[in-house]
């Protein structure tokens, strides 16, 4: 382990350690309501990923696995060697399997938003190459534009302006080298479906009803796959639940906490 590589992190609460891994392309700015609000019964651990907020560029081109092993590397340096409740929001569910394929034994439970399990069709490649082009050519304001446009609930953009400034403002810090790193990280991650039958561990699944980027079917594929698992669709919500539906969440994470 190079010290000089750990991920920075955000750290809050004590107990039983739960690692939150944000989104596509956010930062553990996005888990400040959880951070905030959770600490009483858990110890929470964001970090920021390789290019993403404070976390400096990757030397190598990133991947899943890539990530999912700078995960690991972070815990080891903070000393947790016990198992882990893993959290991944949408990229950060692609890395949560990612990890619990490399290493089923450093995990106690896993909770997956607004993610799924398959890889990306041929026409969502290209999509990632299209948007690669773009960012190399003209920066990120096309792709973080587009982005906001289908991220929330429409509910969400009318109702609560503090979560889209929030949102602008963690998208303003995006880098052109970390997105390129993580969108063709993306590109080629491999399929994790037939991974879903060797998850032992009890999983939570949380999906918005509006979510335009990832359709909640998505998460009912994955409910139908794990042995251990509880669904939750949160309605008035898209693509960041965490945010949008902020009391509803963290209640529904308290409950499956509580279970360990
Ligand atoms: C994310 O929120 O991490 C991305 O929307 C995931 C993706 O583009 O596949």
Redo the contacts with the bound molecule.
Sequence with gaps: MNEDKILHYQEAGRGKPVLLIH????SNRMWKPQLQELGSQTRLIAPDLPGFGKTPIPSAPPSMDRYAQDCADLLDSLNITDPVILVG????G?IALAFAGLFPERLRGLMLL??RAGA?SEEGKAGRDKTISQVRNSGTAELTDG?FAKLLAETTYEAKPEVTEELKEIMREITPEGVIGALAA?RDRSDSTEQLKQINVPTLIVHGQDDR??PSSEAQVMAKEIRSNELHLIDNAG?LPNLEQTEEFNQIVRDFLAKF
Excluded: K, N
């Design positions: 989104g596509f392309p956010f929001l949408s990229m950060g692609y607004s993610t990306d982005l993306m980027l990832i693509h």
